[in-house]
């Protein structure tokens, strides 16, 4: 009787179930889980705050009629995308706009090659020629713009006056008086803005190419032109990659210089789509139609990187 009261379960033992190891082990899965977000979290806030709902923003925006005072008028649909295509300018504002991205990137990357190029060889001084091409890209755009405009003045330009004592002028050039002028200058300032990173992300694609690869070309008898069209350039794809695509989403949106060198003038002769949006919001007080531009714009931008993704791995596919 003594060994069964002592073996007889108590009532609180009784009550109490036991504990699944199937259900603890799944609790634990969906912690382990679920911590990635823990760290994940701040940085998916802050692209919610800062692309996400900007962008739910535009397109709401781009559907609703707004008053010039800012005040929302109610449900305007399409409305803004019809009056945004019937603009007269429109059609010349998107072609200047391919042609300032495509030149400008190409350009770029084009210089840049050479540079990087020339910074990976040894020579002396190649430290400080590192340091002086950083200059462009740490110097405000606004303020590289702006001294831009004043060395092209007619008047007081430098421009002109190292042309006309060299003899290659007769006269002052009122060169951003001038669409065609006005706007090859400012591909060249773009161009002058965005070398400098350009040529360090090639520079530094150039720096994790094995040398024993060009000792064996070499070996084989392949020339400078040779290796550099065969392990070079192949090898500084993923490098060109990264550096084009963000070229072309800071070209494309690029407002500083075309608005302190020619403000998109004469009339909307220099105009791009970024300006051209400006304008239609604060001069012509159509804040809806220029919230539909900026949905055309992030689409032509979502477009280009695609096509030029699409291009690099076409010809990836035919090597």
């Known amino acids: 009787m003594a060994v069964q009261e002592a073996t007889a379960p108590t009532a609180g033992t009784r009550d109490r179930a036991p504990a699944r190891p199937g259900r603890t082990s799944r609790r634990r ?19 919610l705050a800062v ?18 005072t800012g005040l929302t008028l ?6 803004n995308y019809t009056d945004l295509f019937a603009e ?18 190409a350009v770029t990357v084009v210089v840049s090659l050479a540079l990087a190029q020339l910074l990976n060889s040894r020579f002396p001084g190649r430290r400080l020629v590192r ?39 007769d006269e002052p050039v009122n060169w951003l008086a001038h669409p065609g002028q006005a706007f090859a200058a400012m591909m060249a300032v773009a161009v002058f803005v965005s070398v400098p990173f350009t040529t360090f992300v090639v520079l530094a694609g150039l720096q994790t190419i094995p ?37 072309v989403i800071n070209v494309f949106n690029s407002f500083p210089i075309i608005w302190t060198m020619t403000r998109g003038g004469p009339g ?17 007080q159509a804040v809806g139609e220029s919230a ?19 291009v690099v791995r076409m010809r990836e596919e035919i090597r």
């Open 51 to 68: 692309v996400i709902w900007p962008v739910v923003e535009m397109i709401r925006t781009s559907l609703e009629e707004i008053s010039s």
């Open 131 to 169: 340091w002086a091409l950083i200059v462009p890209w740490a110097a405000s755009v606004l303020m590289t713009a702006l001294i831009w405009r004043w060395m092209l003045n007619n008047f007081y330009g430098v421009v002109n006056r190292v042309l006309m004592d060299a003899g290659l002028l």
């Open 74 to 79: 109610g449900y305007a649909g399409g409305r």
């Open 292 to 310: 539909a531009l900026a949905v055309v714009n992030f689409a032509l931008i979502l477009v280009l990187v695609l096509v030029y993704l699409r």
């Open 29 to 47: 899965r969906t912690l382990r889980a679920l911590e990635p977000l823990v760290w994940l979290g701040p940085a998916l806030a802050l692209i």
């Open 268 to 284: 909307f002769a220099t105009d791009t789509t970024t300006t051209f949006m400006y304008k239609l919001a604060f001069d012509n």
């Open 211 to 247: 040398a024993e690869v060009y000792e064996a070309a070499r070996v084989d008898g392949a020339g400078p032109l040779r290796c550099y069209g065969a392990i070079t350039l192949p090898l500084l794809r993923p490098a060109l990659l990264v550096a084009a695509i963000i070229n």
């Open 88 to 105: 007269e300018d429109l059609p010349g504002v998107l072609l200047r706009t391919l042609v300032w991205v495509v030149g400008v990137v």
